[in-house]
């Protein structure tokens, strides 16, 4: 495979670019022949005159059709994907749980699919690992976006005029995203506490500078993968208990409780947000996979009668699209050297983090989750 294409995103959402300038320069040292849709950059802040002083070609989208390796951010459609050059490989943020057509449609066409989604958590796939790298600065944008729109300065001021007490956030779910939402809203000012079902974390939030909420809801722990196991709904009942005081108390909630391949779990309920003081800010991180408050609707920001604003962005990363895109851009190129052996990427499907990560291959679905 010496052919790679970047396609330029159809999402109108979506302001990133799989690949930046400097990583394809990269990849056409090493012997790739980069072709890049014209505009792929531009929502990214990078022209094709960018792409081209670094020696890629800028081409149409019929381009899609000859390359040997595809990249994007956003899955393509079906349609798209039986274009594609059979044998050809293709790489982005699949969603395969919820996509099961479109990874038939991989598998019909004889196009090899990888799911970035997919990538094992493991030290050795970390320079590969999307989900990571997106999630932090998905954390810092939902603090950025609740300090823009909240009617209130964050940090403690000692002024002339009286002292300003320091906005009190709470951060549900410390994973990736929730540990830069802590990192960020301390370092600017705010006062912090924070949730997850994970005793394990506790640690990791107090080394932050928080506080750390305990809750007995009984057994809990994550998978092997380190995300947080599903709970039961006795557990989520008593988990609500005792965050309704907490989130009464809070000006800002930033819940990332997000459960890979199921639905988003409901953690706050319409009568803890009525029970917080007008003006709080609300921002679901969840949104998009059901959502972790009641009353949050994805891209849309709702007002509740108690006026407390519920931010439901579907894509904060999305906000700074020239860090998302070279983060995301990283992640591609350190894929696609992973796997390269004497000059050529090989599909190697004996290679754990390549096997993990294929959903579709040799004209068939790799994993029955996904039929």
Same mark, same amino acid.
């Given at each position: 495979?010496?052919?790679?294409?970047?396609?330029?995103?159809?999402?109108?959402?979506?302001?990133?670019?799989?690949?930046?300038?400097?990583?394809?320069?990269?990849?056409?040292?090493?012997?790739?022949?980069?072709?890049?849709?014209?505009?792929?950059?531009?929502?990214?802040?990078?022209?094709?005159?960018?792409?081209?002083?670094?020696?890629?070609?800028?081409?149409?989208?019929?381009?899609?059709?000859?390359?040997?390796?595809?990249?994007?951010?956003?899955?393509?459609?079906?349609?798209?994907?039986?274009?594609?050059?059979?044998?050809?490989?293709?790489?982005?943020?699949?969603?395969?749980?919820?996509?099961?057509?479109?990874?038939?449609?991989?598998?019909?066409?004889?196009?090899?699919?990888?799911?970035?989604?997919?990538?094992?958590?493991?030290?050795?796939?970390?320079?590969?690992?999307?989900?990571?790298?997106?999630?932090?600065?998905?954390?810092?944008?939902?603090?950025?976006?609740?300090?823009?729109?909240?009617?209130?300065?964050?940090?403690?001021?000692?002024?002339?005029?009286?002292?300003?007490?320091?906005?009190?956030?709470?951060?549900?779910?410390?994973?990736?995203?929730?540990?830069?939402?802590?990192?960020?809203?301390?370092?600017?000012?705010?006062?912090?506490?924070?949730?997850?079902?994970?005793?394990?974390?506790?640690?990791?939030?107090?080394?932050?500078?928080?506080?750390?909420?305990?809750?007995?809801?009984?057994?809990?722990?994550?998978?092997?993968?380190?995300?947080?196991?599903?709970?039961?709904?006795?557990?989520?009942?008593?988990?609500?208990?005792?965050?309704?005081?907490?989130?009464?108390?809070?000006?800002?909630?930033?819940?990332?409780?997000?459960?890979?391949?199921?639905?988003?779990?409901?953690?706050?309920?319409?009568?803890?947000?009525?029970?917080?003081?007008?003006?709080?800010?609300?921002?679901?991180?969840?949104? !998009?996979?059901?959502?972790?408050?009641?009353?949050?609707?994805?891209?849309?920001?709702?007002?509740?009668?108690?006026?407390?604003?519920?931010?439901?962005?579907?894509?904060? !990363?999305?906000?700074?699209?020239?860090?998302?895109?070279?983060?995301?851009?990283?992640?591609?190129?350190?894929?696609?050297?992973?796997?390269?052996?004497?000059? !050529?990427?090989?599909?190697?499907?004996?290679?754990?983090?390549?096997?993990?990560?294929?959903?579709?291959?040799?004209?068939?679905?790799?994993?029955?989750?996904?039929?």
């Amino acid at each position: 495979m010496k052919t790679l294409y970047v396609i330029s995103e159809r999402d109108p959402r979506e302001t990133r670019v799989a690949l930046i300038p400097a990583d394809a320069e990269k990849l056409s040292k090493a012997g790739w022949h980069v072709n890049v849709e014209s505009g792929a950059g531009v929502k990214s802040g990078f022209s094709d005159a960018d792409y081209q002083s670094v020696g890629a070609t800028v081409v149409g989208s019929a381009f899609a059709s000859e390359a040997d390796f595809i990249v994007s951010v956003r899955k393509p459609s079906e349609a798209e994907v039986s274009k594609y050059k059979k044998g050809s490989f293709h790489l982005s943020l699949l969603d395969p749980f919820n996509e099961k057509a479109l990874i038939k449609a991989f598998a019909d066409a004889e196009v090899t699919a990888a799911s970035f989604e997919m990538i094992p958590r493991s030290s050795i796939a970390q320079k590969m690992d999307v989900l990571s790298s997106q999630s932090n600065l998905a954390g810092y944008c939902g603090v950025i976006r609740a300090a823009s729109v909240i009617n209130r300065i964050l940090p403690m001021m000692m002024t002339p005029a009286g002292t300003i007490s320091p906005l009190k956030f709470f951060i549900v779910g410390v994973g990736v995203a929730g540990l830069q939402a802590i990192a960020t809203a301390k370092r600017l000012g705010a006062r912090v506490e924070a949730f997850d079902t994970r005793p394990v974390v506790e640690e990791q939030v107090r080394s932050l500078g928080a506080k750390f909420v305990k809750i007995d809801i009984g057994e809990t722990g994550q998978t092997a993968q380190g995300y947080a196991k599903a709970l039961t709904p006795e557990q989520i009942e008593m988990q609500r208990k005792g965050m309704a005081k907490v989130c009464a108390q809070s000006d800002v909630i930033i819940t990332t409780a997000k459960l890979f391949g199921r639905k988003a779990p409901r953690i706050i309920s319409g009568e803890m947000v009525a029970a917080m003081k007008p003006g709080s800010v609300i921002v679901d991180m969840a949104v !998009e996979s059901g959502g972790n408050v009641e009353g949050s609707k994805p891209d849309e920001t709702v007002i509740t009668p108690n006026g407390v604003m519920i931010i439901g962005d579907t894509c904060l !990363e999305a906000r700074v699209p020239a860090t998302a895109s070279q983060m995301y851009s990283a992640n591609v190129r350190n894929f696609i050297e992973h796997f390269t052996r004497d000059g !050529e990427f090989k599909v190697d499907m004996e290679d754990p983090i390549m096997k993990s990560a294929v959903v579709a291959y040799g004209g068939k679905i790799t994993d029955e989750r996904f039929m």
